[in-house]
């Protein structure tokens, strides 16, 4: 079993033709969660920020993106169902023994970055793939049975470790503390949603443990 980080620079991103349009609409693409699979494509559950001046639907105006429906608007962004049929997405979801992690997404200053947890072949073919689709700029290729650290990567994913140790480094936990999500996703340079996706999850995870062990 091997967890793969793909990272895109904005420089890349720039050069697809197909992505490079999204970013003339959006400063941030974020897919939360997958709605659904089909052969057509995946429909995603995104936040999405649209730059000033341009409206979301000019989604559709894009090859292999369609807002089925918006769902809320803040000053987050915008949450909305989106049916993405892009070869990028397809085919991390169309192999087996491959899964997509999300929260994943494309961001006007980062670029892109995605995580995908697999068996190792159906790994080779992804990455096979994505030569030929769009060539990351960075791969970190992680052996899952060598990510015992404290016995804490059985129990977090590296990304839920991350977060939950800047925000005790930080004193989100202490009593009175004014320190909050948005600050400190900023400060890692991730959205407030992700980051909040993350420490959310870990916190169950680590109450599900604790739980178990006192019993």
């Not at 974020?30 to 995603?44: K, N, W």
């Not at 949450?79 to 169309?94: N, V």
Request: with cysteine; hydrophobic share 40%.
């Amino acid at each position: 079993m091997r967890k793969v980080v793909l990272r895109w620079r904005l420089s890349t991103i720039e050069a697809s033709k197909d992505l490079s349009r999204l970013l003339k609409i959006f400063d941030r693409f974020e897919v939360l969660a997958h709605l659904g699979v089909s052969s057509i494509g995946i429909v995603q559950l995104a936040e999405i920020e649209v730059k000033e001046g341009r409206d979301i639907h000019e989604l559709n105006e894009l090859d292999g993106f369609q807002v089925m429906e918006i769902h809320e608007e803040s000053e987050d962004g915008i949450l909305a169902s989106i049916l993405c049929s892009h070869s990028l997405a397809k085919s991390a979801i169309e192999l087996s023994n491959l899964h997509l992690q999300p929260p994943y997404g494309i961001d006007s200053k980062r670029g892109m970055e995605m995580r995908v947890t697999g068996l190792t072949g159906a790994m080779r073919r992804f990455l096979a793939l994505l030569r030929v689709i769009l060539p990351p700029d960075k791969v970190s290729v992680i052996t899952m049975r060598g990510e015992m650290v404290n016995g804490w990567s059985q129990v977090l994913t590296n990304r839920q470790q991350e977060v939950v140790s800047f925000a005790s480094e930080r004193g989100y936990y202490e009593d009175g503390t004014k320190v909050t999500i948005k600050e400190l996703a900023d400060e890692m340079g991730i959205s407030r949603s992700t980051f909040g996706g993350h420490l959310h999850e870990a916190e169950r995870a680590i109450m599900r443990k604790a739980g178990t062990d006192l019993e």
